[in-house]
């Protein structure tokens, strides 16, 4: 009997596609039951999930994970756009399943990635399929602005304020509440530091129902200016429609704003006060550079993910230490129960750059170009370059022998076109300057001791139950892994290329 197993996937939780799911499900099992020799392992199911990214997509990563301890040698599949609406990932994943001797099935498609044919036929669909959620993605961006310039809000509801079908109303105990603590900061003249003592003396709760105040929360409050009654909209923006990660709006993106949108909850005359005051105090109050270390947000917890937080603490002898601890286990909430102290991580981003297999020139020049932000291999861009002209050869003959229609091969060459004048433009971009070679062999020799490098190199750590740290520098595919600090074998990841 061969194993099989099946993947599928809805883009959201509404009702109509919940009987998509469980028709999909339904669908997977009868096609079993039609092979005899085949037996169902397992239907991977993720509901709710986008289809350009498979980070967030538990049921696949997990599917993945089954396929190499090897539980199954066969994946159905509905259709390309169903495993992954990402050029990408779809490659990187199929390649990697057919190394495994495990095969995927795209039924609507008829793909069977064993075939010969399959990766240039599996590219087409995916980038079809990728096109559409970047149009589909451009769509709702545009319906979404045009809704905000009416006035639309999107948001949660916040102190003072209620949310429901994009209509701010006001919420009067939480209003009185926003009252006070901009009288308390524009009249009084209290400190955000003492406001929030005073609030959680008295038990008063956060919109969220936290007991805590803290006075970073205070201070964005009061620069909140739905209070004064206007509405400042895109203060974040998606750059990305295959990752939806947001970033914070410097100006990349227009803001939308709105005056005298909806009803105040303070005067306009309370809110220049404030704002004044905000900013009058800004200037006297020296900004701590003690709290922003070379490690800080760079260390993740591999139990709840949350972020690692700095803890100095002072010897009898007077030296001062820093260690990092789960933000989320100091407030009982992680059971980690892990410290992992700033020396310790740094010896360790020392014995991974120092594994690197380079030679002291090589590591060097590696240094040097990534101080200089240049992270992109010339060599890996030729290469890239050659590949491409070589699949719009491979195109053109598929278009020749009618196994594409012309919309589709307008469709690749249009994106194999954009790849090359990307390429190009990184090609004839200039080399950077070259830091002087003693400069950066001081620093090799005391990575340790350098925030600089610690700063531009690391990407992450994440510490792992069973006393286990795994260490991720930028532009390099390994994670370097540590058990009480001694290396373990790095683990490779996954190749895109």
Not at 407 to 424: F, G, N, P, Q, V
Request: proline fraction near 3%; include cysteine; glycine fraction near 6%.
């Amino acid at each position: 009997m061969i194993s099989v197993a099946s993947y599928c996937r809805v883009s959201t939780d509404k009702e109509d596609q919940a009987n998509s799911f469980a028709a999909q499900q339904r669908y997977f099992s009868q096609y079993v039951r039609q092979h005899p020799q085949w037996e169902l392992y397992r239907i991977y199911a993720d509901e709710g999930i986008t289809g350009t990214s498979t980070k967030r997509r538990a049921a696949f990563q997990r599917m993945i994970q089954d396929a190499k301890a090897g539980k199954f040698r066969i994946i159905l599949t509905k259709e390309v756009s169903r495993f992954s609406r990402n050029l990408l990932d779809t490659i990187a994943y199929t390649r990697q399943l057919k190394a495994l001797g495990v095969s995927v099935l795209f039924l609507t498609d008829g793909i069977n990635t064993m075939d010969p044919d399959a990766e240039l036929r599996l590219s087409i669909m995916a980038s079809i399929a990728q096109e559409e959620s970047r149009r589909t993605s451009a769509r709702v961006k545009w319906g979404q602005t045009r809704q905000m310039e009416r006035g639309v809000v999107f948001g949660r509801s916040m102190l003072g304020y209620d949310v429901n079908n994009g209509i701010l109303s006001i919420n009067p105990e939480g209003a009185r509440l926003v009252q006070r603590i901009f009288h308390l900061y524009g009249v009084e003249k209290l400190s955000t530091t003492q406001i929030a003592r005073m609030l959680e003396q008295e038990g008063v709760r956060t919109c969220s129902g936290n007991p805590h105040w803290s006075s970073s929360y205070l201070v964005k409050l009061l620069k909140n200016e739905k209070y004064v009654g206007d509405l400042v909209q895109k203060k974040t923006y998606t750059p990305d429609y295959l990752s939806h990660a947001k970033r914070q709006n410097h100006g990349e993106e227009p803001f939308i704003t709105l005056t005298n949108h909806h009803i105040p909850i303070i005067s306009r005359e309370l809110w220049n006060t404030v704002q004044q005051e905000l900013a009058q105090r800004s200037k006297h109050t020296p900004h701590s550079r003690s709290v922003h270390y070379a490690l800080s947000g760079k260390i993740k917890c591999g139990v709840c993910g949350s972020t690692f937080v700095a803890r100095r603490r002072k010897h009898q002898d007077g030296r001062i230490s820093l260690r990092w601890a789960c933000a989320s286990s100091i407030r009982g909430g992680c059971n980690i129960a892990r410290i992992l102290r700033d020396d310790d991580a740094k010896q360790m981003f020392r014995q991974a750059l120092f594994a690197l297999e380079l030679s002291h020139s090589g590591l060097l020049t590696s240094i040097v170009h990534l101080l200089h932000g240049e992270t992109y291999d010339r060599e890996q861009a030729e290469r890239e370059l050659v590949r491409i002209l070589d699949r719009k050869a491979v195109l053109l003959d598929a278009y020749a022998s009618g196994h594409i229609t012309k919309e589709e091969l307008a469709l690749m060459k249009e994106t194999y076109d954009r790849k090359l004048t990307s390429l190009e433009q990184r090609l004839q971009a200039p080399s950077p300057d070259i830091i002087s070679e003693e400069a950066t062999e001081h620093i090799l020799k005391h990575p340790e001791a350098s925030d600089v490098l610690c700063r531009l190199l690391v990407e992450r750590i994440t510490v792992c139950p069973q006393r286990v740290v795994e260490l991720k520098l930028y532009h390099l595919p390994m994670r370097f892994r540590f058990r009480d600090g001694a290396p373990l074998a790095s683990e490779q990841e996954m190749d895109y290329t």
